[in-house]
């Protein structure tokens, strides 16, 4: 069964950094595309970033320049460093890897953006 395990959420003031991971099992992780999407309370849930197998990137217009998508083939992860961040970054972020009719999630991690 495929895996995406999310971590390195928490608690951040305003304007600080944190560093998203997504590690993957039981998956040929270099032929899919992976993204991160996250969810506030009371909103759909939207696209943060993506990245494809070829590593060309796509972000939210709310996030370009603060966030920066990459991944790690030989370590079937991938991440998202979010600087500058603000109060409305604060949502459940969630992993996603996509191929062809395949479409997995994560758990998610919880991102909260306070003083």
């Known amino acids: 069964q495929v895996q995406l395990v999310e971590s390195g959420g928490g608690l951040v003031q305003p304007g600080g950094s944190l560093r998203l991971s997504c590690a993957a099992s039981?998956?040929?992780?270099?032929?899919?595309?992976m993204g991160w999407y996250r969810q506030a309370p009371g909103k759909q849930r939207e696209l943060v970033a993506a990245?494809?197998?070829?590593?060309?990137?796509n972000y939210a217009d709310s996030v370009k320049g603060r966030f920066t998508i990459s991944r790690d083939n030989a370590k079937n992860t991938v991440y998202l460093q979010m600087d500058s961040l603000r109060p409305e970054d604060t949502a459940l972020y969630y992993c996603?890897?996509?191929?062809?009719?395949?479409?997995?999630w994560g758990q998610g991690t919880q991102v909260t953006v306070s003083s």
């Open positions: 990245i494809t197998r070829g590593g060309s990137t």
């Open positions: 039981r998956i040929i992780f270099g032929i899919y595309a």
């Open positions: 996603n890897a996509h191929w062809n009719v395949d479409d997995y």
